[in-house]
């Protein structure tokens, strides 16, 4: 018997010279070989390959490419054109003379019916270039740490995890998934940079790629011009995504076969014999310069007898004239398959439903009498794997195509359903991770409940591993459950429950703010009574509005969303839920609210800082940390207990809460002269920020190196550097919509301060009054103050003629900018800030008068800030 690994030499050699009979070592019969060019899901030619016309240019350009890859300067190609006009071709050309060179070519494609399923893209390419394809899951995790050596174990399992070849017995790290897709573009990055060996990587119609893989790759390829790599990436002009735009790619756009191109086509396939001549024109002409109508068109003359002797050789015997000629592609490809035989037409109906590539196994278990010899006959399927377990694949994907659409939707049904059944039955272990592909089939045979069931089941699978991933099971479940007929008993609660889950975690996702289809949701939980269901999708909107900074909505909102709490009465939800609509209204700036829904979550936690962990981990530190807050910032006494308690406490939650309490904390108390920027302090924020970075997911990292930001440009020296450049990596992070919109007004105020610190008084003021009118014209917001005490120091430090006036005015709008009774944080600042304009106005006793009740409130409150800064006053 010929082992796997031998076999996998022998199969995937690629693509120069015809194949010779050899002996191998173990096997009986001579195999088919060819010298070992390449690996991965390269389709060799076998035979009927004509010869390259044309592409000149391209195949220079391509070749030149490569040689500079080869010499370091790696590169991204994308070659673009319609179905048919040559792309594969190229890639293959390329790959050959890749190969001849000894580069190693890695190859892999992704499929229309692969879409949605998360990774798996990624996942093939990975395997291809780890040169792990082959091997059984054990050997596989064993050569993967060989490839690398130095990678985190943690990092690895998340790797194995990725590729397919996890250990089921060993437990996934927990880790969560913006995070996780973090850390495995961090180790691929840097397994590809640390690769000596050039390599080229092939990624072929990338028109079907799945959303995970298509933004991983997006990520990988930014590194790519530091190695010795060439990526080769094809796709069809209606593809517009993310590996249209990779900066720095080389486009190839392939056009036409010239006329002169296409008759030389023609005239290869057909041959030159004279009663041949006018139908070369009208196969070119017909063709429209497209190379595999031209190979179409003439096997369905073949086929059909029209023409007679061999390929390269035909004759016609009848006249031109009389000769029909299919209009389209499609319709050449159509008339292929209907001549089949009825076996062989199901057989390949059934192997269009499987996808571009199909083994054996599969096949027989959807189809009786397979019969894959009369599909290779006819040049429609190629065998590619020569093991135990023999490969297909469609010569084309344009034949898959239609030999799927041709079929009658019910035998389609059928044969999902069959499909769906024998991929579970294969690999019972893998259920979940095949999840999004059996509830793709059985959607497509029609079994609306069990495709709701496995899209779900997908859906929970993919949270821990990747929120954009679990949306796209959630939305394929949601149209699932759609679709199901009015009377269905079930249909009101399988339409909410994906949108529940869609809605609730929209704000992890990120993006352009898109619609979070709440609307929708409420109008569903209303008609059936549904309660929590609306209590758990409002809370994903009042935090998307919030992380928005859309402050009108969040404070409408809000008290919505606390309403509908409390009228469910579910301690648990209740204590989950708040949290959203709490830092809603701290963003706001309404801390008298805040307070009481910090103390009715303290209150329902009883104490237990694990209760209602469905969003974040502890919500009862976070209400601590925030009752302190908004105890200082309404001057009430305790609050330095709370703020005590609550880093205490987070130092022992998870990354997100502990986070989430530093910004809160931390940047509120430290900017606002509250808290002095201390050795704790310091202490805290870099350890949360640490923490954040091993496992924390991407939104708790932000609120950490904000966090981290700001307690850092509060100090001298180096520090302070290192602030800004936190800062300015959030500032562009939020732009982005990678992050949080409500980051800007904090680090536009930072950096508008250092403007007025390093003398750039201009500067600080435009960008300071910016901020204070958004802030203002918003209705309020926690930073209004802040942002009106830098741009009024400013102004009566620049003290020109108009500014003293403007700082007045500005001063006089932020006291009557409506705001809760005895808001000290405010209060305190319009101390200072009169003072300070009194002195502008060389106003002594007014002066001295408004700066004693501003350090001697300072020192009731226990402001460390403000006594420091009070004390420095003249
Ligand atoms: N320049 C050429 N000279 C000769 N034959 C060619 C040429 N370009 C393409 N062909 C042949 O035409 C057929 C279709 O080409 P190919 O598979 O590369 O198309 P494609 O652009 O990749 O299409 P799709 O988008 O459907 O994948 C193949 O059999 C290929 O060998
Ligand atoms: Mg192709």
Redesign the pocket.
């Given at each position: 018997m010929l082992s796997e690994s031998t076999a996998h030499l022998v199969e995937n050699t690629a693509v120069l010279g015809e194949p010779e009979m050899v002996h191998i070592k173990g096997a009986d019969d001579p195999m088919p070989t060819r010298r070992l060019l390449a690996v991965g899901e390269h389709r060799p030619?076998l035979r009927?390959?004509?010869?390259?016309?044309?592409?000149t240019w391209e195949l220079n350009t391509a070749t030149a490419i490569l040689e500079e890859a080869v010499g370091g300067a790696g590169c991204v190609v994308t070659?673009v054109?319609?179905?048919?006009?040559?792309?594969?071709?190229?890639?293959?050309e390329t790959a050959a003379i890749a190969a001849a060179r000894g580069v190693a070519v890695f190859t892999t494609y992704c499929e229309s019916h692969a879409r949605d399923i998360p990774f798996h893209v990624v996942a093939r390419l990975g395997r291809a270039s780890m040169g792990i394809e082959y091997l059984d899951a054990g050997a596989a995790r064993a050569h993967l740490r060989t490839q690398v050596p130095d990678a985190d174990a943690d990092d690895l399992l998340l790797f194995d995890d990725l590729l397919g070849i996890a250990d089921p017995a060993v437990a996934l790290p927990d880790i969560a998934p913006a995070a996780r897709r973090r850390r495995l573009t961090a180790l691929i990055d840097a397994a590809t940079l640390a690769r000596t060996e050039p390599g080229v990587y092939v990624i072929?119609?990338a028109?079907w790629i799945d959303e995970v893989s298509e933004s991983m790759l997006a990520d990988f390829l930014t590194v790519v011009p530091q190695a010795p790599s060439l990526v080769l990436i094809?796709?069809?002009p209606e593809y517009l995504g993310a590996l249209t735009r990779v900066s720095g790619a080389q486009t190839i756009a392939?056009r036409p076969?010239s006329g002169a191109?296409a008759s030389a086509?023609t005239t290869?396939l057909l041959g030159s014999a004279p009663s041949t001549i006018g139908l070369a024109e009208l196969v070119a002409s017909r063709a429209a310069g497209?190379?595999?109508f031209?190979?179409e068109l003439v096997r369905d003359l073949a086929e059909r007898g029209v023409l007679h002797g061999r390929p390269g050789a035909y004759l016609l015997p009848g006249d031109v004239t009389d000769v029909e000629v299919p209009a389209t592609l499609q319709a050449s490809l159509g008339a292929r398959i209907d001549r089949l035989d009825p076996t062989a037409k199901r057989t390949l109906g059934a192997a269009a439903v499987i996808g571009s590539r199909f083994d054996a196994d599969l096949l027989t278990s959807m189809v009786d009498d397979a019969d894959v010899g009369a599909l290779i006959e006819a040049e429609l399927v190629e065998q590619v794997r020569f093991t135990a377990r023999a490969e297909y694949a469609f010569?084309?994907?344009?034949i898959r195509t239609v030999a799927y659409e041709s079929q009658l939707k019910s035998d389609r049904a059928q044969l999902h359903r069959r499909l769906a059944a024998a991929i579970e039955q294969r690999d019972p272990a893998a259920a979940d991770e095949n999840a999004a592909l059996i509830g793709g089939h059985l959607e497509a045979a029609g079994d609306l409940h069990a495709a709701f069931a496995w899209h779900m089941r997908a859906g929970t699978w993919s949270t821990n591993r990747d929120i954009a991933a679990a949306h796209t099971s959630w939305r394929r479940a949601r149209e699932v459950a759609d679709r199901l007929p009015d009377d269905d008993p079930n249909r009101v609660s399988m339409r909410i429950a994906p949108r529940t889950l869609l809605c609730a975690t929209a704000w992890r996702v990120g993006g352009s703010g898109a619609d979070t289809g709440f609307d929708e949701l409420r109008e569903l939980c209303t008609a059936a009574g549904d309660q929590r269901s609306l209590a758990i999708g409002m809370s994903g909107l009042v935090t998307e509005h919030f992380l928005r900074a859309h402050r009108r909505e969040s404070s409408r909102r809000a008290p919505e969303h606390v309403e509908l709490l409390e009228s469910i009465g579910d301690p648990t939800l209740t204590v989950a839920l708040l949290p959203m609509a709490m830092v809603a209204k701290y963003d706001i700036g309404e801390m008298a609210e805040v307070l009481r829904l910090a103390q009715r979550i303290i209150d329902l936690a009883d104490r237990d800082p694990t209760v209602g962990d469905l969003i974040i981990g502890s919500p009862l530190t976070f209400a601590i940390a925030m009752r302190g807050t908004a105890r200082w910032c309404l001057g009430i006494a305790g609050w330095k207990d709370d703020l005590h308690q609550a880093i205490t406490m987070a130092r022992r939650v998870d990354p997100l809460t502990r986070a989430g309490v530093m910004w809160c904390m931390y940047i509120t108390a430290i900017a606002y002269g509250v808290l002095l920027p201390d050795a704790t302090a310091l202490r805290d924020t870099a350890d949360t920020l640490a923490a954040a970075e091993q496992s924390g997911d991407n939104f708790a990292l932000d609120l950490a190196r904000t966090a981290r930001g700001v307690t850092l440009v509060h100090q001298h020296g180096p520090h302070r550097e290192a602030g800004f450049e936190l800062l300015a990596k959030i500032r562009e992070r939020a732009l982005n919509q990678r992050f949080a919109l409500i980051a800007l007004p904090i680090v536009d105020i930072h950096i508008a301060r250092e403007k007025a610190r390093l003398g750039d008084l201009d500067g600080a003021i435009a960008l300071a009054r910016t901020v204070v009118d958004d802030m203002l014209s918003a209705g309020g917001c926690i930073w209004s103050a802040l942002a009106t005490t830098v741009l009024v120091e400013a102004l009566v430090q620049r003290a020109g003629e108009a500014d003293l006036g403007e700082a007045e005015a500005v001063i006089e709008r932020l006291a009557a900018a409506p705001a809760d009774e005895g808001l000290v944080l405010r209060e305190i600042w319009l101390l200072r800030l009169r003072a300070l304009l009194a002195r502008a106005h060389g106003d002594a006793a007014a002066y001295t008068d408004l700066r004693d009740r501003y350090r001697d409130m300072a020192k009731s409150l226990g402001f460390d800030g403000h006594i420091a800064w009070a004390e420095a006053m003249p």
């Open positions: 030619r009927g390959e004509s010869s390259l016309v044309g592409r070659m054109g319609p179905a048919g006009i040559g792309k594969s071709r190229l890639v293959r072929e119609d028109h094809t796709y069809r392939l076969l191109q086509l290869e497209n190379p595999f031209v190979e010569r084309h994907p344009l």
